[in-house]
């Protein structure tokens, strides 16, 4: 009661609004006409035509590249006809059976059959947007603590006036852009080319001709998962691990012991009971070399990071988040049962949650992106 209800037309253009952003788009196409004969008539024709290279597609994929709109399609507007659409639909001439009807009623069929098929459109969120905007968040707020003092406002505006709209892995954003978003902020307006072009190649971007400027989201994501995997590393067998573990990431290949030893400087005795525990927890492989030396044959070990120890981390991580969901239901059901401790148990149960959302962080991290 007393509410206000915002107008057909409101909501049309509040949604289109959201359409023109590409955070919801049209669904595909929910019967795609898809001929195998055709399909494989063509793909005959095509056998003729001598290539170096061609992408065999199987015929599920063949399906939904049929049912896939083009991006016109998708992004595609409720039109501001369709305010009226409802009360076109209920109009007392559609209901006429069997009058004859005039010439100029084809016209009106057309319209109102148009009218009917955007009715029946489906909608959906762009998921792909929404995952490229927690991308670009993430990796700014990533950097922010390492930023140097007076580059935070520039490292923020050079997302802002990002122009790719495809490309999920990279953010491209042109001086004139990152211009104009500074001078939108406080204290930044006064800021030249002269001053931001330094900045953004101290942050790793790159340009090709000086106007525009790429930053990698791809490299940066995949160097924070090595990081989120390296401080478990770190938590759970110390500094000396964090740092062996981290030699063997970067290198991505095997590496010998004594290599090892020399290039962290560290106790030959504490590198190879390190190398053991981590061999022995699944996050290292080690293979015996033979090589000749002198007259005889000596054996040596190398080492190097598994290719399965990022899923073995996201195993932890869900198990982690699971035990950590049922200390908290166990929690709440101690509240509900009236608990004489009830002050400490809230606060173990905020805690648990607090937890349980830097466990979504590292999730997402590894999952969505």
Not at 331 to 343: N, P, Q, V, W, Y
Not at 350 to 361: F, Y
Request: some cysteine; hydrophobic content about 35%; glycine content about 4%.
């Amino acid at each position: 009661p007393g509410t206000i209800r915002p107008a057909r037309e409101e909501i049309r253009m509040n949604f289109n609004k959201l359409v023109y952003a590409r955070y919801v788009e049209r669904c595909p196409k929910a019967e795609p006409y898809f001929n195998p004969q055709e399909d494989e008539q063509s793909t005959a024709a095509r056998r003729r035509v001598p290539k170096t290279a061609e992408e065999v597609l199987s015929l599920e994929q063949k399906v939904v590249n049929t049912a896939t709109l083009s991006d016109p399609e998708r992004f595609s507007e409720i039109p501001y006809g369709m305010e009226d659409a409802s009360k076109t639909n209920d109009c007392p001439h559609n209901a006429v059976a069997g009058a004859k009807r005039k010439h100029g009623a084809f016209e009106i069929d057309e319209e109102l059959n148009s009218t009917i098929a955007e009715n029946e459109v489906l909608w959906r969120v762009n998921f792909e947007k929404f995952i490229f905007c927690l991308k670009k968040k993430f990796c700014a707020d990533r950097k922010k603590p390492k930023l140097k003092v007076g580059t935070h406002p520039i490292w923020e505006s050079f997302f802002e006036a990002n122009l790719t709209d495809k490309d999920t892995n990279s953010v491209t954003s042109s001086t004139n852009g990152i211009l104009e978003k500074l001078g939108q902020k406080e204290g930044t307006a006064a800021m030249t080319i002269g001053d931001i072009k330094p900045v953004l190649l101290d942050l790793q971007c790159t340009t090709s001709d000086g106007e525009e400027f790429t930053f990698d989201l791809r490299k940066m994501v995949e160097a924070c998962r090595n990081e989120e995997i390296e401080s478990l590393v770190k938590k759970k067998y110390g500094q000396e691990a964090f740092t062996i573990f981290r030699l063997l990431v970067t290198q991505g290949c095997a590496v010998e012991t004594d290599q090892i030893i020399d290039t962290t400087i560290l106790d030959k005795q504490i590198v190879h009971s390190t190398l053991y525990k981590l061999w022995n927890d699944g996050y290292i492989d080690t293979e015996k070399i033979a090589s000749a030396a002198g007259t005889g044959y000596a054996q040596f070990f190398v080492w190097r990071a598994k290719n399965t120890f990022r899923e073995q981390f996201i195993d932890n991580l869900y198990h982690a988040a699971l035990n950590l969901r049922q200390m908290v239901n166990y929690i709440a059901e101690l509240l509900l049962e009236g608990s004489k401790d009830e002050t400490k148990l809230r606060n173990r149960k905020n805690i648990l949650i607090l937890a349980l959302t830097r466990h979504d962080d590292s999730l997402m991290l590894f999952h969505d992106f």
